[in-house]
């Protein structure tokens, strides 16, 4: 893990900013948020992820050399992939990538829960509230961070921070500091589709930041099932994949 010195100062820096920037954007007049509950199933799948706009990861230097080093060692064995091997979660934004359902559910009041087949993951974002505090953050990082959330219109926005940095960004080991920074924009585009556009920030790693989008169709007709590594798991065959 870097040094949480570096993480924890820079957190302290910006809390009062950040508090001050969450709390003063209130939600929308009348209270009635819209409802993206329900159970959700990607139509494609791709392995590498793909910026908005094309074109590849912005790297820097040392984010090129990791990812080198993480391909190479997915290749001969020397780094694992934990997610695949022991179903640890996949983290962000590898786990929007899904090519499994997954079930938003806004319950108790005050948080949203998104609860996805693939690894059994579940993230809960707090509604309306700040992030924890720099301590926690750096004490207690989580595979899939620490997430807030608020509506903003029809839109629910998603900031997360306090990863592990042990997860890749995609599943061809796209790397990640545990100063990275997510920020999401979840909507429905339809009476059936709903669309998660998220920004990557992560300054060790990318020159600047990128953003990626995720297309998923609701489904009234699939539940969420068992998923344990090593075992057969349900038909995935209708998820487009590339590479």
Known sequence: MKDLRVWAGFAVAVAGVTAFWWMSERPIANGAA??????????EYQRKIQPVGGG????TQEG????????????DGSVEDRARKYCTPDGLPRALATPYPFEIIKA??????????MNHMIRRIALDAPLPSA???????????HSVGRFEGDT????TRGFKDETFLDATGAPHTDMLETTERIRRIGATELEDVITV?????YATDWRARFAYTQRTDVRIEDYICGFEHRDISSVTRRR
């Not at 590849?56 to 790297?59: A, D, K, T």
């Open 135 to 145: 301590e926690e953050l750096v004490t207690a990082p989580y595979y899939n961070g």
């Open 156 to 159: 629910l926005v998603v900031r």
């Open 34 to 43: 819209p409802d993206i509950s329900g159970t959700y199933w990607a139509t």
């Open 56 to 59: 590849e990861l912005p790297f």
């Open 108 to 117: 108790p009041p005050g948080q949203i829960l998104i609860v996805y087949e």
């Open 64 to 75: 090129r050399a990791a990812y080198t080093k993480n391909i190479a060692g997915l290749k």
């Open 201 to 205: 920030h992560d300054p060790e790693y």
